[in-house]
């Protein structure tokens, strides 16, 4: 009789801790974490894009700034060039 009492408890304790036991996680949950991972990747992509594209236009606007400034000096010293032979004659 003790021995099935024991068996009794011992099966009750077992059933307790087993239930206790974490349950799995279902794997549903993890589909649309790697889609909102995708969707930030490609938003990062996006930016690193525009901010490339922003660095270019800025290159060249420098450098067309550049360009204008060196006809402008050029233009200038053609005007003054006459007027320094208009001196001489």
Avoid: C, R, W, Y
């Amino acid at each position: 009789m003790t021995k099935l009492l024991a068996v009794l408890i011992a099966g009750l304790f077992s059933a307790a801790v087993f239930a206790q036991a974490t349950p799995a996680t279902p794997a549903t949950p993890a589909a649309p974490a790697a889609k909102a991972e995708v969707k930030a990747d490609a938003k990062k992509e996006e930016k690193a894009a525009a901010k490339t594209e922003k660095k270019e236009e800025k290159a060249a606007a420098k450098t067309e700034k550049k360009a204008d400034k060196k006809v402008a000096k050029k233009d200038s010293k053609k005007a003054a060039a006459p007027k320094a032979e208009e001196k001489k004659s």
